[in-house]
């Protein structure tokens, strides 16, 4: 056997191991015009090629590539962890290869290489909150945006997205008491619905809230009343896993590169694990299939 070599990427990546730390785009910054003038968005790079699921599950990355062989491709690390010696993918639980002690070995037949874009999806109350952050987002990676306006009515018994999402941003107006999650928030079954299908990649933006610093994702004083005196324990944890912005009229650069890398953990499908997060949000693990799967 010859091995073969990996496929080439256009983005350069550089991180320690998958699951370690996440990857980091090597890019140039351009200016990104603003009301204010002074975010700048990160260029947009080409997408990296994935190898992915038939369901569009991430399931390895170039940097995990050994070699291809006649009837399987053979990485030495996933894009997530694997324990079992059959392969399943983490999101539909199909059977897609074997693990031989440091080696997976995944059938050709179930999976694909794939350098689309992002997938992402847009909430909100208010379509003018919905067209703004769609701007805001749409040149910072490569990415499909779609909108979703929501309904009050809807809310307590939203169950499921449109498509198949890969990152899902939920945007909130500001006009006084915010009750986004827990038992009185408008946005909790929205977002546990999002973190359930995309694995954690999920977004908070409220606008009209500008952070005391600069230099802030979010207004810690705002997050912290509304995790502990307004009983949204869900928001803190949501804030502690650097998954709520807020800003005035539009994002700063510090908020630009968080969304940078969000949409890049989305893109290469990472589960996000988050404390305090509501244990119903979380998918079950998929069963195990029968070994015949494989054959």
């Not at 351009?30 to 992915?52: H, M």
């Not at 699921?53 to 590539?65: K, L």
């Not at 109350?125 to 945006?145: M, N, R, Y």
């Not at 802030?216 to 709520?244: C, E, F, K, W």
Request: with cysteine; charged share 20%; net charge neutral.
């Amino acid at each position: 056997l010859v091995a073969a070599t990996p496929p080439p990427w256009h983005v350069v990546l550089a991180w320690a191991g998958w699951g370690q730390s996440s990857p980091v785009w090597l890019m140039p910054v351009d200016p990104w015009p603003q009301e204010n003038g002074d975010a700048e968005s990160p260029a947009a790079p080409v997408p990296e090629l994935r190898y992915a699921c038939a369901c569009g599950t991430c399931i390895a990355t170039p940097e995990g590539y050994v070699e291809a062989r006649d009837d399987a491709l053979v990485f030495r690390s996933l894009a997530f962890e694997c324990h079992s010696q059959t392969v399943f993918c983490p999101d539909c639980g199909q059977a897609i290869g074997l693990r031989n002690e440091s080696l997976h070995f995944l059938r050709r037949d179930r999976i694909q290489s794939r350098t689309d874009k992002l997938q992402v999806l847009v909430c909100s109350l208010k379509q003018q909150e919905i067209t703004e952050v769609s701007q805001a987002i749409a040149g910072i990676f490569p990415c499909d945006v779609r909108s979703r306006p929501l309904l009050k009515a809807e809310l307590r018994q939203f169950t499921a997205l449109p498509g198949k999402p890969e990152l899902v941003v939920v945007v909130h107006r500001n006009e006084g008491r915010a009750l986004l999650t827990d038992r009185n928030g408008f946005y909790h079954e929205v977002l546990g619905t999002a973190w359930k299908q995309t694995r954690g990649n999920v977004l908070v933006v409220l606008t009209r809230v500008e952070p005391q610093e600069p230099t802030d994702l979010y207004d810690q004083n705002m997050l912290r009343s509304l995790s502990i005196q307004g009983d949204q324990p869900t928001m803190g944890a949501l804030g502690h896993a650097g998954r709520v912005l807020t800003w005035g009229n539009s994002p700063s650069a510090e908020q630009l590169q968080q969304i940078l890398k969000l949409m890049t953990k989305a893109y290469f499908h990472e589960s996000i694990h988050a404390t305090g997060i509501p244990q119903n949000w979380n998918k079950p693990s998929p069963k195990a299939s029968a070994w015949c799967a494989l054959l």
